[in-house]
T-cell receptor, first 112, second 107 residues
């Protein structure tokens, strides 16, 4: 298996633009997690899905953030409109049950 | 209160030293526990799982105390290559990470 695949690896966008981050989890995994990492706040859980259903989105910072998982092999995290304070590394991870989670390489987002 | 709290660090130790990291968690129903390692500008990767009986993997020993809701990681004979950030992880359906503890091992 290729592991968790995220795209793009880097994204630079202007304030106010829409940003879409993509994730392909490991086949067979039933949980998918979206995290945001900054120096100030560490690794924050934004939202997670179980069998494609959002379970807990309490970590989503505000209504500008939304996430979907239309099928077992694809998820998106969208920010609209983006702001400079959204600049961070966004990680997607997946696992099966309560086993270890595997991370993608992350998307480094810069909003200018 | 944060769900997972770790020693703030940073830890700066000489090669060959023994170093211990601690972590507490708030959800007593948590089911599984892990230590992850994250290198600079990389994704976190599993270092080891933590079992109730304690477990060892070479120079690394992890322990879990459910009564005190506490997990620990001990690194013996530290190497330069151990320099990284160590994150404790607690799972109850979700996967909650501690803030991480930065370790630098110096020659």
């Amino acid at each position: 298996d290729a592991g968790v695949i995220q795209s793009p690896r880097h994204e630079v966008t202007e304030m106010g633009q829409e940003v879409t981050l993509r994730c392909k989890p490991i086949s067979g995994h039933d949980y998918l997690f979206w995290y945001r990492q900054t120096m100030m706040r560490g690794l924050e859980l934004l939202i997670y899905f179980n069998n494609n259903v959002p379970i807990d989105d309490s970590g989503m910072p505000e209504d500008r953030f939304s996430a979907k998982m239309p099928n077992a092999s694809f998820s998106t995290l969208k920010i609209q409109p983006s702001e400079p304070r959204d600049s961070a590394v966004y990680f997607c991870a997946s696992n099966y049950g309560r086993t270890e989670a595997f991370f993608g390489q992350g998307t480094r987002l810069t909003v200018v | 209160r944060k769900e997972v709290e770790q020693d703030p660090g940073p830890f700066n130790v000489p090669e060959g030293a023994t170093v211990a990291f601690n972590c507490t968690y708030s959800n007593s129903a948590s089911q599984s526990f892990f230590w992850y390692r994250q290198d600079c500008r990389k994704e976190p990767k599993l270092l080891m799982s933590v079992y109730s009986s304690g477990n060892e993997d070479g120079r690394f020993t992890a322990q879990l105390n459910r009564a005190s809701q506490y997990i620990s990681l001990l690194i013996r004979d530290s190497k330069l290559s151990d320099s990284a950030t160590y994150l404790c992880v607690v799972n109850f359906n979700d996967m909650r990470f501690g803030a991480g503890t930065r370790l630098t091992v110096k020659p």
